[in-house]
């Protein structure tokens, strides 16, 4: 069985998302601030994180910093601000999604469910991929630019590998969606988006090229048009 921790400082929030859980069969535990949320999730070792982003102690930022430097694990993030800026902050340091309040529990339990098939995948391709300058390793989940080590977060890499995998062809936002984070309703555009954003910004803005109206691709060996 699952272990999602949630963590949320609104008791009602804390108290429906919980309950919603548990009835899909998920074991769940609860923090209500930051400090006490590193302390669980280290203890728990849950296989998926649903964290608010405003915490008293500190931020979900904090949080996810901190939990991401023991081991990879899963989180979507919930905050009541619609700032791009939060987000693309929260994604590089290594969330996977994220919901603005208020949202649908439906919608936010068909995304746990998502991330827990998506661990559940087989092991990635074990051959070195060249895009350009940038060289991916996916089976050891590392990464170079021009020869330097460069970090990617979980999700950054699953993404630059799929789309790799598929040199040449362009994959719409639906498609991605589907193949890394495992979204089966189209869900999600603009998570798909700030990820290639901040795999521009570590990596170069010609890694990844944009096809307009349709999504987006990459080029082997040398690099993308």
């Known amino acids: 069985m699952a272990t999602i921790v949630v963590v949320e400082d609104d008791a009602d929030i804390a108290a429906a998302v919980s309950a919603r859980l548990r009835s899909e069969g998920l074991t769940v535990e609860v923090a209500g601030d930051g400090p006490s949320a590193v302390e669980l999730i280290e203890r728990v070792r849950p296989d998926v994180v649903v964290l608010d982003l405003l915490l ?19 989180v979507i993030m919930l905050t009541a601000r619609d700032s791009e800026t939060d987000m693309i ?15 649908s529990p439906r919608e936010l339990v068909a995304r746990v469910r998502a991330l827990l098939r998506r661990a559940e995948r087989a092991t990635p391709p074990a051959t070195r991929l060249r895009l350009g300058g940038v060289e991916i390793e996916p ?47 189209g869900s999600g555009a603009r998570t798909v988006d700030s990820h290639i954003r901040s795999l ?18 990459v080029d082997l060996q040398g690099g993308a048009a």
Not at 172 to 184: C, F, N
Not at 207 to 217: D, S
């Open 56 to 74: 008293p102690g500190f931020d979900g930022l904090e949080v996810c910093r901190r939990i991401q430097r023991d081991r990879p694990v899963p």
């Open 89 to 103: 902050v929260g994604l590089e340091i290594g969330a996977d999604d994220y919901l603005t309040k208020p949202f």
């Open 139 to 185: 089976a050891a989940r590392r990464a170079w630019l021009d020869g330097h080590p460069v970090h990617l977060t979980p999700t950054e890499l699953d993404l630059l590998v799929c789309l790799a995998g598929r040199a040449g062809a362009v994959r719409t936002r639906e498609q991605l969606l589907q193949e890394v984070w495992g979204y089966r309703d």
């Open 200 to 217: 521009r910004r570590k990596l170069g803005d010609d890694v990844v090229r944009t096809v307009h109206g349709v999504g987006y691709a």
